[in-house]
């Protein structure tokens, strides 16, 4: 991971020729780092393999079940870790007695607060966070762990340890802690703190400014003031967090299912001083993050520090219900008041957002939901306030697209309630209020293609027509079309190495460190090093998320992984290609430079009938082995790198029982070039069917008056299942040309999921005249919604 | 003198046909099938995502019907037929119809969800060859994915169900370059 720490450092002297600055975005956070200068590579022009549907290359390991996951790992003599969790969600501990849970068949160890408190996770910028703690504050904060040799055993056992707990006065409500009346004080300057990455202090919105808004509101022919809310979004990964420990001596390997192995292992080397070479970790599979596996959990401190104490392997895998009193989307509710002139352009946007962020520093950056407001739209005189404000929940994190996701379920239905007021159609009203600067940093688009994604997605929806449809009075059945914009980063970065190898009977070797969460970078990464090589896809074997056999790359998130990893890879290949094609100059007799390598053959690029194969060449290597070393090059200066989007929707309403039916989506986005139409399209469907959720059926409830996660299981929390998803969605890349880096690619991981719930709310509000401001749309929302309109529908 | 500690038999043993052959195991009386299939026979296909039969993940067929195995008792498999995904394969290691649907179409994006996709899906078409959109999302509506979403999976149902019946049919390519088309 970057922190800001390691950007600052000087440039080593007589370096500064490779190396230079170049901006990297993530998850909304802009970092400086100092870079490798990579020689540029020709754009692809015409290409063979990238950008063809090819299959996932781990596709069968996956179908037969031979795809090892951080919980599949099992380990002679392993033992099975469990937490003891906070009972209350606010409370002293007086004592822990642990003997009975000692004495219990199977038990090896048990650690408590006082074992582990010189071990600290996270740094001063991210916040830290005790692995146990004597002062819960929340509902399933971690107390104590007992490790035993079966499963049940450690249930027992954790049932065993008897927690005497002094509750402790607590507070939910966001609006409620910010006040004078908050029963609890979290810290002496205040109960909030600014949201979003910047400079944050305690007792202090973070807060963003241009223009004049007083200026603004005068210009402006209209007014909107509008709140809307957010509940807060569980990942729900298929595969919940886990972590397995095993000590070879003084040598660790840590299987985890992260988004990111580097991440993982350099916070272990930290909180226990370890040599980062005697830290392994291992991801290669891992079934499902949306940003909640970025670095370590404290499960997996607390597994890596249980195998040190009994000498035996630890699993510790968190249950489902455990899982769900972890990391999360935060909660918002976002205050608007918006200036528009009768033509549609805005003149004044003031936003003021509180986000419920947990009782600790640690997770409250992702307070934060303006980063939308702040550039999507032109507006002269803006200013937006982000209060990330502290309550006894578990510590938030980044969950797919944080900010954006929340941000526009606000801005894009007060974007669509502009346009009926103005009778625009909501497509005319933000091409209106297009901009081609990035407000923030002042830097133009590097390219923005989302006019195209208008056009393109109207034009497959049949907006037009669909937008001046008329319902049947008389029918119970509603229908209705909305649509939504979005942004995003995705233009990904350095730090990223890949490692390409040719082995003497031409079969290659790709490493990379990059994860595969589920997105499918094994397989464009292979497609990627195929295409720049000359050769099939499965002459490729890759290697993935292994820090002792891959090398460094940043975590999958922030839709980076592709434009990060991928222009490593594809330097890689290129190094590994000159060097083989130096070698069969000699054979052909002719230079280097005169030969091109496609199709398994290395041939005279002007007379192509004097080849020699692939491996044929390969197979005179005096070294038998060849190595190409790639990496990420920087980004080109002074550019904001983004992918857009534009979602398109049709809902059928029974306005009876107030259920919506998502009938139809159609979405286009901007993300360069398509590596993979498969995974790009699948990326989009299971992006629109997670946004779904957070529309329509997503919910996590706390109990007011006991602080207890009440919708702590899938069935109770409602991700969709497949009688809730929508059934037909259309995707389509507008396919703008993105010249940024060597491949042509930004990133689709996290855009797909922006757009979606307000879309859906626009649609809804089209169907039916309610407006639903705050997620997620329910029945009963609408059936009070069409009370309050009169029975007007 | 320290007394020599009781030891006492404390593994259950049953014998079941597991994906087609004989199988005898020995583990503790209160595991559940997937415990048995995942930590005492090692075959780790079977995935966990809740055992408390809320996902689907782990569903595995038990004398040919889907039952999610973390509510079996693994002492319920005595004497009966249990398939699962390592045992999908048709004979010299060929894949079954619906595996090889689910990898080439992206059936499977983390994967995790998938075997239990695949069972429940596999008795789907044992009992209807030919069922239409409604009846898979019906029959897989007990399996829950996050990641890829259902539409990509019912493509390779349908697409596995057509290569079953003998029928050639192919699941349209991905049209995703609107501005050239």
Redesign the interface.
């Known amino acids: 991971m970057i922190d800001d720490e390691k950007t600052q450092k000087p440039i080593p002297p007589g370096q500064d020729q490779e190396y230079e600055e170049s901006e990297v975005n993530i998850e909304g956070r802009r970092v400086t780092v100092r870079t490798r200068k990579v020689p540029p590579l020709p754009d692809w022009t015409k290409t063979e393999i990238v950008g063809q549907p090819v299959p996932r290359v781990d596709g069968v390991d996956k179908v037969t079940g031979r795809a090892k996951y951080t919980s599949d790992v099992q380990l002679p003599h392993m033992l099975y870790a469990i937490a003891v969790r906070s009972e209350l969600p606010h409370a002293r501990i007086k004592n822990i007695s642990i003997e009975k849970a000692l004495a219990h068949p199977g038990v090896h160890a048990v650690l408590l607060p006082k074992d582990v408190e010189r071990y600290i996770m996270g740094n001063p910028f991210a916040g830290t966070l005790p692995l146990l703690t004597l002062e819960p504050k929340y509902t399933g904060e971690e107390i104590a762990v007992v490790a035993a040799e079966t499963e049940l055993q450690a249930e027992d056992a954790a049932r065993l340890i008897q927690v005497d707990y002094e509750p402790l006065p607590f507070v939910l409500d966001p609006e409620v802690s910010m006040t004078d009346k908050s029963p609890v004080k979290f810290f002496p300057e205040g109960n909030f703190t600014g949201g979003g990455f910047g400079q944050r202090k305690i007792g202090q919105p973070s807060v963003h400014t241009r223009g004049d808004l007083d200026v603004g509101f005068k210009e402006a022919d209209h007014i909107f003031e509008e709140t809307f809310r957010t509940e807060p979004q569980q990942h729900a990964c298929m595969e919940v967090h886990g972590t397995t420990a095993s000590w070879d001596g003084d040598h660790l390997t840590v299987w985890e299912s992260t988004q990111g192995v580097f991440g993982v292992q350099e916070e272990i080397s930290r909180v226990f001083t370890l040599p980062m070479n005697d830290v392994r970790v291992i991801g290669t599979h891992m079934g499902g993050g949306f940003g909640s596996k970025g670095g370590a959990g404290k499960q997996t401190m607390l597994a890596v520090l249980m195998a040190r104490r009994t000498g035996r392997p630890v699993k510790m895998v968190l249950s489902r219900h455990e899982d769900f009193m972890g990391v999360y989307r935060p909660a918002s509710i976002q205050h608007y008041k918006v200036g528009v002139k009768n033509d549609g352009r805005l003149t004044a946007i003031e936003m003021k957002s509180v986000n419920a962020v947990g009782a600790y520093m640690s997770g409250s950056m992702w307070g934060n939901s303006s980063p939308m407001t702040q550039q999507m739209y032109a507006c002269a005189n803006v200013r937006t306030e982000d209060r990330a404000v502290f309550t006894n929940t578990p510590p938030p994190g980044a969950m797919r697209g944080p900010s954006n996701v929340q941000n526009a379920w606000g801005l894009e239905q007060l974007m669509d309630l502009i346009a009926h007021k103005l009778n625009m159609d909501p497509i005319e009203l933000r091409m209106r209020n297009d901009v081609k600067v990035d407000q923030v940093t002042h830097q133009p688009y590097h390219s923005k293609g989302l006019a195209e994604c208008f056009k393109l997605g109207a034009e497959k929806f049949h907006w037009d027509e669909k937008r001046l449809r008329r319902n049947d009075p008389a029918s119970t059945k509603k229908y209705g079309v909305g649509m939504a914009s979005q942004i995003w980063g995705g233009g990904g970065g350095p730090p990223a190495t890949a490692i390409v190898k040719i082995n003497q009977d031409g079969s290659i070797n790709l490493l990379t460190g990059a994860a595969d969460i589920g997105t499918g970078t094994r397989t464009v990464m292979s497609q990627i090093c195929a295409e720049e090589l000359g050769v099939a896809v499965d002459r490729i074997h890759v290697t993935n998320a292994d820090t002792e056999t891959t090398p460094y790359t940043l975590p999958s998130y922030g839709s980076i992984t592709l434009a990060s990893s991928g222009p490593a890879v594809r330097s890689a290949a290129n190094d590994a290609k000159r060097q083989l094609l130096d070698l069969a100059a000699g054979s052909l007799g002719v230079k280097p430079e005169e030969l091109s390598s496609k199709d398994g053959f290395i041939f005279v690029t002007a007379q192509p009938d004097k080849r020699m194969k692939f491996e044929a060449a390969a197979g005179a290597m005096p070294e038998r082995t060849l190595v190409g070393r790639g990496y990420r090059g920087p980004n080109p200066k002074g550019q904001s790198l983004n992918a857009f989007g534009a979602q398109f929707c049709e809902v059928e309403i029974d306005i009876h029982s107030g259920e919506v039916k998502v009938l139809k989506f159609v979405a286009a986005h901007d993300s360069g070039r398509v590596i993979n139409p498969h995974t790009f399209a699948s990326q989009v469907k299971g992006g629109i069917t997670m946004g779904t959720g957070y529309a329509l059926s997503e919910r996590r409830l706390i109990d007011k008056n006991t602080g207890v996660p009440v919708t702590a299981s899938l069935l109770e929390y409602r991700p969709p299942t497949s009688l809730d998803a929508p059934v037909d969605i259309e995707v389509y890349s507008v396919d703008v040309p993105y010249t940024a880096n060597n491949i042509g690619a930004k990133g689709v991981g996290e855009p797909p999921l922006i757009a979606t719930a307000p879309a859906i709310a626009n649609a809804v509000y089209h169907a039916t005249g309610v407006r639903v401001k705050s997620n997620p749309i329910t029945p009963e929302k609408i059936i009070d919604g069409l009370k309050s309109l009169g029975g007007r529908t | 003198m320290k007394q020599r500690r009781k030891i006492r038999k404390q593994k259950a043993h049953i014998a079941f046909v597991l994906n087609g052959e004989p199988c005898e195991v020995a583990f503790?009386p209160?595991k559940t099938l997937l415990?048995v299939l995942?930590?005492d026979l090692?075959?780790?296909?079977?995935?966990?995502?809740?055992?408390?039969g809320?996902?689907g993940?782990c569903a595995v067929l038990l004398d040919g019907k889907p039952v999610l195995s973390c509510l079996v008792l693994g002492l319920d498999a005595e004497g009966r037929e249990v398939t699962?995904?390592?045992g999908?394969?048709l004979p010299e290691g060929r894949?079954h119809p619906?595996?090889?649907t689910?990898?080439?179409?992206?059936a499977?994006?983390?994967?995790?969800?998938?075997?239990g996709f695949?069972l429940t899906a596999l008795e789907l078409l044992a009992k209807n060859p030919k069922p239409t959109?409604e009846e898979?999302?019906?029959a897989?509506?007990?399996?829950?994915?996050?990641?890829?979403?259902?539409?990509?999976?019912?493509e390779a149902v349908e697409l596995a169900a057509a290569h079953m019946r003998g029928e050639k049919a192919e699941v349209a390519?991905?049209?995703?370059?609107?501005?050239?088309s």
């Open positions: 503790a209160h415990e995942r930590e090692n075959l780790t296909g079977t995935k966990h995502g809740c055992e408390l809320e996902c993940t699962t995904v390592e999908m394969q894949l619906l595996q090889e689910f990898a080439d179409l992206g499977a994006q983390c994967g995790y969800c998938t075997p695949l959109r898979i999302a019906q897989l509506s007990g399996n829950l994915c996050r990641c890829t979403g259902y539409i990509k999976i019912y390519e991905e049209v995703v370059y609107g501005l050239k």
